[in-house]
């Protein structure tokens, strides 16, 4: 399934694996915070209708 | 109805939550088809052999790495002329994303002039200014985190963005004039003697789609983060004065 | 503002340390650099220019906080903002005592400390001139960047960070002006350029620096 990449695999396998691990991180990292962020504001407002 | 209206934030995260999904599937689906397409069904080129499959990389992230800045620098100004929040933490919000498009840039350019060039990394015009905008990227993101006021925040980084645009360009005079360039000439451009062939341009613009709709997606889902994260500053320190 | 001039001049030179440090700054850089590329004469030669610049640039940074950290701390800068003088006047008074205390001792130094590094005889009244242009900028330019932190508690790693990048254009048509002064070639356009960009950052970065010691002070 792979195509032939020649002599140059490695340069273009390495390129894309750079790349793509980059944005996964940032996305993951993204995502993460966000969720984070969320859950603390509920909390966060919660507790001051409770109160 | 105007634009402005989107200024208010809890109308942005109304409306930005209805959107994000929409907007991160396409981006989803745009990075798979264009990747996907370049990676797979296109011919090498007859001088690069299989490393042009990498322009499908470099030149999405290259563009968005300078239009990331651009959209910085309005949305900067907007903060400054109409003092709008959510405008200034969208620019927050997108400065990581756009150094993280330089470093992609950089690296996949180093990895491509390897075996091209023959070597990693040359004092070019175009790879020094990416450095260059690199730093500045660094120099904003430092400047958010070290000011604690949010409004002095948004104030001063809002300034330095706008100076450092002009001397960002001024840099990338000043450097084409320091030294001549192994890069190539613009990929895209209106000039079709200039363009790259057309079985590379049909999925480089979908990749170029993909990355823009990506940039998007992530700018609103941080720029919500950031609005969540300022109330509930705002609301802890209600708290603690009460 | 003469006054406000003196004072500053007076501060530096009384308190010591800021006026010749620098100073000491740049001729140990200078002494360092054969240690680290070797005693070849061709070698240092080659590289002089270039390197008595960042020198140069780098003993301007290591000054630069102390242009508005003081004032700040005993609120001189709140009594300056609130004086009927303009506060881009004051910034830009205070940018020249920087020149003054720092980029001209600099200047003047600078040749002398080519002697060390051997650079050619035609590169003396070059290296000379383009600092002389030169520094400014770097002057005004490291003013916005002190402007800009100084309320910060760990304001000096953040001064470098942000000042460097901006000093890029300077440096480049600086250290080009003078390498080509070095080796005998015409130097009017790197010259004219670095004049340029000395220009308009004496007149627009006061205002950008003005409008951030407001938001500081606020």
Redesign the interface.
Known sequence: MIPDLGKYAGTVLSAYGVSLVLIVALVLVSVWRARRVRAALDEVERRRKSA | MSLWEYANPVRFIRVTDRVLPVVAASALGCLVVGLVWGFFFTPDDYRQGSTVKIIYLHVPAALMAINAWLMMLVASLIWVVRRHHVSALAARAAAPVGATMTVIALATGAIWGQPMWGTWWAWDPRLTSFLILFLFYLGYMALWEAIENDDSAADLTSILCLVGSVFALLSRYAVNFWNQGLHQGASLSLDKEENVADVFYMPLLVCIAGFVLLFVALVFLRTQTEIRARRMRAILARERMA | MRALLWRDLALAVRAGGGFGLGLAFFLIVTVLVPFGVGPETARLSAIAPGILWIGALLACLLSLDRIFALDFEDGTLDLLATAPLPLEGIVAVKALAHWITTGLPLVAAAPALGIFLSLPGPGYPWLFLSLLIGTPALSVIGT?GAA??V??K??GL?LS??V???Y??TL??GA?AARRGAAGLPVE??LL?LAG?SAGALA??PF?AA??LR??L?
């Open positions: 916005f800009l932190t309320g910060l760990r304001g953040l960070l942000l460097l990048p901006l890029v254009p480049i048509f080009e356009t790197p350029l960009v627009l970065l950008a409008a951030v938001v500081s606020r």
